[in-house]
């Protein structure tokens, strides 16, 4: 486990591969998440990564890496099955100008989530129990968003449908994903049907380790159909392939 100045020098150095400059009340926010998730975790099923070098690494920094395509100012972002608040509540402490939902389908979770943002003093953030394929197609959030971003829930084809029905037209669907991007060839209809277009891949390594990190940044170009998202469980069921 890494001493209260590992912790800080390794958070620090990481978030500063993607452009960030952490001050130390943003570090000590960071802490007391980690030791949240930590205690929770003990209790219920957050995360399968319990140790402090690893939370900061593969949840913290791992969060980070969307950074370079966001603006820090006043944007909304919606994250999408966002289990334990990542990327969302991470990329909020960095940039607190961002208003961020945190959509997500396990009310536990939610309630862990409620109990970080009051810990942490975050302000312009809320959590949202429910599915996707039923908030896509709420008036109250359908295309109300200038980002969403999802982070290893679906398949591509899938994800699109999830999270391309929030977004603006204009605005950027940001899909994390591991070292495989195959699926982003079996994705050609779905963009098409949904209104989007893949705009770049981004590839980096996430630093102290060798852990390849794909970021396929999605373009809106036009309204998605209304007949999108479909019924909860038809996406992943039946994708647009």
Not at 30 to 56: C, F, Q
Not at 103 to 123: P, Y
Request: glycine share 8%; net charge neutral; aromatic share 8%.
């Amino acid at each position: 486990m890494p001493n209260e100045f590992e912790f800080k020098q390794t958070l620090a150095e990481g978030a500063r591969t993607y452009g960030l400059d952490l001050d130390d009340s943003r570090i000590d926010q960071l802490k007391k998440y980690m030791e949240l998730l930590k205690d929770w975790n003990t209790r219920m099923n957050l995360t399968a990564i319990e140790e402090d070098s690893d939370i900061v690494i593969k949840h913290f920094i791992d969060s980070f890496t969307i950074l370079p395509y966001l603006e820090n100012k006043g944007i909304k972002m919606i994250d999408v099955g966002t289990g334990a608040g990542f990327p969302g509540i991470p990329v909020k402490i960095a940039y607190e100008k961002i208003e961020v939902t945190l959509l997500d389908s396990l009310e536990k979770r939610i309630k862990f989530m409620n109990e970080v943002v009051s810990t942490l003093g975050l302000k312009g953030i809320k959590t949202v129990h429910g599915r996707a394929e039923d908030f896509g197609v709420n008036s109250e959030y359908r295309e109300k968003f200038d980002i969403a971003v999802a982070r290893a829930v679906a398949n591509l084809p899938v994800l699109l449908e999830y999270c391309l029905p929030f977004v603006k037209t204009g605005g950027r669907f940001i899909a994390m994903k591991g070292n495989n991007i195959e699926e982003t060839e079996a994705s050609e209809k779905a963009l098409n049907v949904l209104g989007g277009e893949i705009e770049e891949i981004g590839e980096t390594i996430l630093p102290f380790g060798d852990m390849k990190r794909n970021i396929i940044i999605i373009r809106k170009l036009r309204q998605t159909p209304t007949k999108y998202p479909r019924k909860a469980g038809k996406p992943s069921k039946e994708p647009l392939i």
